[in-house]
């Protein structure tokens, strides 16, 4: 294809345990996307816009039961784009440094430092493969669960498929269960616990992987230093 996108059709079969909206990956990247819907009897049919990167595209979709109990065989295409990307890739870097909260005690001042400086050793290393490197820094009282929210779904409506989006997060993390929590500037506690404060007041790895794949960018990384 010449184009730089292309509108794909998903038709998902309602086998008795209802169905939850595809999923859609390029080059292996999980897509973020925002379907149109319309049901026919047992049949969903959805369809949406994805842009295409330059060259080849392996496009694959899948789809679940409502509650994730059992997902459909993957169906699977690969496309061709000829067209040129208009630039070289760019390199999106946020660096969050949690070093302070309104409870001292989970206040690690390292935090801003260590992100900074992992930011200028990637910045200064990677130049030369990108066509800029971009450094956001959200340090100390900055870097808040909202600013941190925004700040990603900015970046990530800004990048082109050939780009990368990284995300750096260091600051006082905590396993509960089998997921980490980090603890944003702003997380204050209340009269149930630091465990409830966590989870309700925390930002979870899921959540920050999740608000990653949102970027158009097909290239994501994401590093967690938890103390």
Same mark, same amino acid.
């Not at 169905?19 to 925002?34: M, Q």
């Given at each position: 294809?010449?184009g ?12 008795? =345990? ?18 149109? &819907? ?7 049919? @959805? ?9 080849? !595209? ?7 039961s ?11 295409i690969?496309?061709?784009?000829? $067209?040129?990307a ?14 302070? !909260?309104a409870? &001292?005690?989970?206040n690690?001042?390292q &935090?801003s ?12 290393r990677?130049?030369?493969?990108y066509? $800029?490197v971009?450094?956001? &820094?959200?340090? =100390? ?6 600013r ?8 990530g409506?800004?990048s082109?498929?050939?780009d ?6 260091? =600051? ?8 980490? @929590? ?23 790895g899921d ?6 794949g949102?970027a ?11 103390a």
């Open positions: 294809t010449d730089d996108s292309i509108v794909v059709a998903v038709d998902a079969a309602d086998q008795g =345990g209802g169905v939850s909206g595809p999923k859609i990956f390029n080059n292996g990247a999980r897509l973020a996307f925002e379907p149109q &819907a319309r049901r026919e009897g047992d049949t969903v049919h @959805y369809t949406c816009d994805l842009n295409l990167a330059a060259g080849s !595209n392996l496009i694959r979709v899948t789809a679940a409502t509650d994730g109990s059992w997902e459909a065989i993957p169906a699977e690969e496309l061709d784009s000829s $067209r040129r208009d630039r070289k890739g760019r390199l999106f870097l946020v660096a969050v440094g949690m070093s302070e !909260n409870d &001292a005690k989970l690690l001042p &935090a430092r260590d992100a900074r400086s992992l930011a200028d050793l990637v910045q200064l990677s130049a030369a493969l066509d $800029r971009d450094v956001i &820094a959200l340090l =100390g009282k900055d870097a808040t669960r909202a941190l929210k925004d700040t990603l779904l900015d970046v409506s800004l082109q498929p050939q990368t989006v990284m995300l750096v997060v260091c =600051g006082r993390g905590t396993m509960l269960g089998d997921h980490l @929590y980090l603890a944003p500037s702003g997380l204050r506690p209340g009269t149930a616990g630091w465990e409830n404060d966590f989870r309700t007041q925390g930002l979870a959540e920050l992987a999740a608000l990653l949102n158009r960018a097909l290239n994501r990384v994401l590093i967690l230093d938890a």
